[in-house]
T-cell receptor, first 115, second 111 residues
Framework: GEEVAQTPKHLVRGEGQKAKLYCAPIKGHSYVFWYQQVLKNEFKFLISFQNENVFDETGMPKERFSAKCLPNSPCSLEIQATKLEDSAVYFC?????????????FGPGTRLLVL | AQRVTQPEKLLSVFKGAPVELKCNYSYSGSPELFWYVQYSRQRLQLLLRHISRESIKGFTADLNKGETSFHLKKPFAQEEDSAMYYCALSAGGTSYGKLTFGQGTILTVHP
């Protein structure tokens, strides 16, 4: 597609439940990035992919967060056993390459609310 | 580790006035710097990047390595410039591609 798509738009989970978010990057873009934005504050980098391979996962809380980008499927970000502090907007971005100069194209975000 | 600081959370100007959104960064290497903008009910989008040296919608930004700044400027603000602006940095090495964002500045241009 011409734009990065993210589903769902909104997601409400009770504490301890699982949450799964999806991202379809722009066709032809090899790189996918996930960011977390808590309370309209700064974006926190979570993880990046080059095609289906994890490129940089330094921002991922390893215990409960996992992510995948499989061929011919949307990328996904999964949170096992959600906590209140996971409430945030999760943005996905894609880029044709990973060079520092490339524009990242952002999706509209998924707003996760953990009650 | 790299860091981006936008000291103003809110900035208000009148239409036609000059506007400057401040951005300072800390990074030991040679950074790539960007300004992203989010208009109301729209997704985050690139406004400009220092490598291109472009002027987009009348905005310019100059990278000042001595002051480690990348302030965004426009000589005559318009109402449609009202939006949230984020300064972002892309570092090198294994962090290549990953963006570090500032806290954002909400710009309001009054008629």
């Amino acid at each position: 597609g011409e734009e990065v798509a993210q589903t769902p738009k909104h997601l409400v989970r009770g504490e301890g439940q699982k949450a799964k978010l999806y991202c379809a990057p722009i066709k032809g873009h090899s790189y996918v990035f996930w960011y977390q934005q808590v309370l309209k504050n700064e974006f926190k980098f979570l993880i990046s992919f080059q095609n289906e391979n994890v490129f940089d996962e330094t921002g991922m809380p390893k215990e409960r967060f996992s992510a995948k980008c499989l061929p011919n499927s949307p990328c996904s970000l999964e949170i096992q056993a959600t906590k209140l502090e996971d409430s945030a907007v999760y943005f996905c971005a894609s880029s044709p390459s990973r060079t520092g100069q490339e524009t990242q194209y952002f999706g509209p975000g998924t707003r996760l609310l953990v009650l | 580790a790299q860091r981006v600081t936008q000291p103003e959370k809110l900035l208000s100007v009148f239409k036609g006035a000059p506007v400057e959104l401040k951005c300072n960064y800390s990074y030991s290497g040679s950074p790539e710097l960007f300004w992203y903008v989010q208009y109301s009910r729209q997704r985050l989008q690139l406004l400009l990047r220092h490598i291109s040296r472009e002027s987009i919608k009348g905005f310019t930004a100059d990278l000042n390595k001595g002051e480690t700044s990348f302030h965004l400027k426009k000589p005559f603000a318009q109402e449609e410039d009202s939006a949230m602006y984020y300064c972002a940095l892309s570092a090198g090495g294994t962090s290549y591609g990953k963006l570090t964002f500032g806290q954002g500045t909400i710009l309001t241009v009054h008629p």
